[in-house]
């Protein structure tokens, strides 16, 4: 007989369940906010040290981390505090976490709960066997340079951690939001487009499509490379709908109309819509794409019938900006900044290696203060990984020679992390004012590149 | 003399509207009546962007040209451009009923539907499927099927396709002018019509039109369209380029790329400059003639280059024995037939267009030759649609307004 149970092409499990977990302020309110737009097949939590915090949100299943520690207060911005609370709950979240297939975490990193926990959590959840997502937000520019530091510390250990972390500049997603709004506004602004990230990323796991996209497609479209995620959704209705979702979807705030795309190795591409979507308006809106994918991109395309869609068309772009230049390769933690010889540096293979990364963190002298966390949060959380700690490993240690601790303090607090293709930077610049004449028509864009823009200015030629 | 032998080609470009008004003998020989221009606005890279202006535009073209021609004009042959229009070659199979031997005219038409039987995205018409080549039975390079015996006729087209609601706005503002459209046709293969010969395009030829905002090209093997297209860059990137690195008003960069610019680098002394008159007639700013130069050079260099890659795609290229042919307004720069040469590595030169009666001025312009084009092309789709090249065209206009596809 033929065997009609679904099989499952990817990593995960048929029937895995999903743990969406918000750590933080900032991690709720995004939670609170999926939750408002409706999330199917996931369940919903929230982790935070403010008591206050979790009985305003509406999440109902809530841990308050570190009572002890904080006494039910927050952690006032201090990740060491975080760390702490977490740490002393961790029970509580090892069985909150409990036989999940993939757990889903959001963090606004910057500030104490989010930056201390979420290591700590998803390190609970890597080892109960979980898949781990991160949802991980950058403090806005004005929120300074500490915490700036702070999220990227923290930023930097989630990726040792995760098996996908997707990370967004809280910059870059309020910036469409006009100049008049309220703080409040751009706050709900970068909330909802973390949300529609995670239902996006939600639904290509779970719907059945008739072009599936598995975990394994994520990751390799993600990975965990210190790379910015980019990250589109549009969704559009009427007879011209293929287009407008595209164009919505370019039009979202991290993509930088459609720019950024040309930089990604990999794009993962999900197409959905109602029974009446047609394979000619797939078609058209995969041309349309085109043009702004480089030719070497590989596309991971996903397609759904969704009859809960009606007649709408939705497309949702994902990718991890490529790490061309090596420039992006050069966000490293600083204690990995020892005079080791380079090696091959490949610093996507988590495991192990985050074990040995982080050990030898502790007594590294100029490892900043907050670098030892981990380390500590290895020690206490999960006993058996540290066994692993091999010195031999340690000085194949990936040390990135071009990684220099100055380009990472100088650049970081001011440069969103998503728009950092540095060879490209100029002409992105330029952009806003030089298309002259054709301001106001069709961007004539072949092979990512808007031909509309002065030649010379594109081939960086000088004019006298 | 009966309306029906006067023809009139019609361009809204985007730097200028042309009518070319033309007489049809009953020879089949064409006499230019006149032509009317009028300076185009609202439209960019070969579309309407400003309905209304545009509209005026036409309506100050029309105008024009009834005048010098003394002509009442009432049906126009529109060319169409636009980065939106794409081709691709496909191949229509029909198999004969049973007791039907011999292949009769009916089954060119029906060949010609199969060949259409393919799935364009939603919102994009037909605009021409161009017969290439007849197979019966799989012999190949059959001339005219009709009259032999056969199971099997097969036929490549040509076919070029764009967005209906962009073809149908070119159409109506024509329309509101008062002027019935007698069809559309894609410009570039209007401006092949005049810019090469019948024996250029067997020998296989490839014709660029190098317009305002777009530049069109062609390319034609065994005197059949193989390869087409358009790219939205054109004469007016070249100017906005010179007019952003000199820093001087677009119109000015227009004058100057028109007097000055070449693509021809390394010509220049040092120290050669072009002095600008300011508005008052006195010098102004000193230019360094290959800082010019350079600015025009590397834009229609990286032109060329595109549209190379573009042409390798398909190797049809290969075959052009004729060479290129460079028309419409951009192929004024000096120069530009070098440069070509030297990217295609095919020989290259300004497309001559042949002779007709008439004001000598009108074909010798090439910035006309999309609308004298379309002259030639209705003259052939008027005097037969049957045999011969000239079945390779079709009626569209009826398409396009009743249901497409």
């Known amino acids: ?74 952690a006032g911005g201090d990740p060491e505090m975080g760390l702490d609370a977490a740490r002393e709950s961790v029970e509580e979240i090892r069985a909150a976490i409990e036989d999940c297939g993939m757990v889903i975490l959001s963090a606004g990193l910057g500030g104490g709960t989010g930056s201390g926990g979420a290591p700590v959590v998803a390190r609970v959840a890597k080892d109960a066997g979980a898949l781990v997502i991160v949802f991980a937000t950058m403090p806005f520019n004005f929120e300074g340079r500490r915490r700036r530091k702070q999220a990227e510390e923290s930023l930097e250990a989630l990726r040792q951690i995760a098996d996908v972390v997707i990370c967004f500049e809280n910059d870059r997603m309020g910036e469409n939001v006009s100049s008049r709004a309220g703080a409040h506004q751009a706050f709900a ?36 490379l210190p790379a910015p995620a980019v990250f589109g959704f549009g969704q559009a209705e009427g007879e011209n709908r293929a287009h407008e979702a595209l164009e919505k979807a370019l039009k979202s705030p991290l993509m930088d109309r459609g720019k950024l795309i040309e930089k990604a190795h990999n794009l993962l591409v ?171 028509s069709e961007p004539t864009i072949v092979n990512g590149e808007d031909l509309d823009v002065p030649t010379f200015l594109r081939r960086n030629v000088r004019i006298k | 003399m009966a309306k029906a032998n006067f023809l009139v080609g019609l361009e809204i470009g985007t730097s200028k509207v042309c009518v070319v008004v033309a007489s049809l003998r009953s020879d089949g020989a064409l006499k230019i009546e006149g032509v009317g221009l009028a300076p185009s606005r609202g439209v960019r890279k070969g579309e309407i962007v400003d309905f209304e202006t545009a509209g005026k535009c036409v309506h100050d073209a029309l105008v024009d040209a009834e005048d010098k021609s003394n ?174 690195g000199l820093r001087i008003p677009m119109a000015r960069a227009e004058k100057l790329k028109v007097d000055e610019g070449s693509v021809i680098l390394g010509n220049c002394l040092p120290g050669d400059t072009i002095s600008l008159k300011d508005d008052s007639g006195f010098a102004g700013k000193e230019i360094e003639r290959e800082t010019l130069n350079t600015i025009v050079h590397l834009r229609v260099r990286e032109t060329f280059e595109l549209l190379k890659k573009t042409l390798e795609r398909a190797n049809y290229i290969d075959y052009a024995g004729a060479g290129i042919f460079l028309t419409g307004g951009g192929s004024q720069i000096q120069g530009i037939d070098i440069l070509a040469q030297e990217i295609f590595d095919i020989p290259a030169q300004l497309a001559k267009v042949e002779t007709m009666a008439g004001p000598t001025a009108a ?41 497409f596809r």
């Open chain 2, 363 to 403: 074909f010798e312009n090439p910035q006309f030759a999309v609308a004298l084009g379309l002259i030639r092309y209705a003259r052939e789709n008027q005097v037969d649609r049957g045999g011969g090249w000239l079945s390779k065209i079709s009626r569209k206009v009826p398409r396009l307004f009743g249901g």
């Open chain 2, 71 to 244: 002509v009442e004009i009432d049906g126009v042959y529109v060319a169409i451009t636009g980065s939106h229009l794409a081709s691709f070659n496909n191949r229509g199979i029909i198999t004969l009923p049973e007791e039907q031997e011999e292949i009769e005219e009916s089954d060119l038409d029906d060949v010609r539907a199969a060949g259409r039987e393919i799935e364009l995205p939603k919102e994009n018409a037909f605009m021409h499927e161009l017969l290439q080549h007849y197979y019966v039975d799989g012999q190949e390079g059959v001339l005219n099927p009709v009259g032999m015996i056969g199971r099997r006729l097969e036929a490549d087209f040509h076919i070029i396709h764009g967005i209906a609601n962009r073809i149908k706005n070119s159409i109506r503002c024509v329309k509101e002018v008062g002027v019935e459209v007698e069809d559309v046709v894609f410009s570039g293969l209007a401006a092949a019509q005049v810019a090469l010969t019948r024996n250029q395009k067997n020998l296989g030829a490839l014709m660029i039109d190098i317009g305002g905002g777009t530049m069109e090209f062609v390319v034609y093997n065994d005197g059949v369209v193989k390869q087409s297209g358009v790219l939205a860059v054109g004469g007016d990137h070249i100017t906005n380029d010179i007019s952003m």
């Open chain 1, 189 to 224: 602004a970068a909330d909802q487009t973390i949300s529609q990230s995670v239902r996006a990323v939600c639904g290509l796991l779970h719907k059945r499509g008739l072009v599936r996209i598995g975990f394994d497609e994520l990751r390799s479209a993600l990975g965990t």
């Open chain 1, 270 to 440: 999900s197409v959905s819509g109602g029974p009446d979507m047609t394979l000619a308006e797939v078609q058209v809106m995969m041309d349309a794409l085109n043009r702004f994918v480089g030719e070497d991109t590989q596309i991971l395309f996903g397609l759904q019938v969704d009859g809960g869609m009606g007649q709408a068309m939705s497309i949702t772009i994902l990718c991890a900006l490529s790490l061309g230049g090596g420039a992006r390769q050069l966000l490293r933690p600083q204690e990995f900044y020892t005079p080791v010889p380079p090696a091959a540096a490949e610093i996507s293979q988590v495991e192990t290696h985050v074990t040995e990364d982080l050990e030898p963190a502790a007594p590294e002298g100029e490892a900043s203060p907050f670098y030892d966390e981990p380390a500590v949060d290895e020690d206490v959380v999960l006993p058996e990984a540290v066994e692993e700690p091999a010195a031999p490993t340690e000085p194949e240690e990936p040390v990135p020679a071009e990684a220099p601790e100055t380009f990472f303090e100088e650049e970081a607090p001011s440069v969103s992390n998503v728009k950092k293709p540095s060879e490209t930077q100029e002409t992105l610049q330029f952009e806003p004012v030089n298309r002259g004449r054709f301001e106001k």
């Open chain 1, 1 to 74: 007989m033929i065997d009609l149970t679904p099989k499952n092409s990817s990593g995960a499990p048929p029937d895995v369940s999903v743990r969406l977990i918000g750590i933080g302020n900032a991690g709720s309110n995004t939670i609170d906010r999926i939750l408002l737009d409706g999330l199917e097949k996931a369940e919903a939590m929230i982790m935070n040290t403010d008591q206050q915090e979790l009985t305003r949100s509406v999440v109902p299943n809530q841990l308050q981390l570190g009572s002890n520690v904080t006494h039910g207060l927050g």
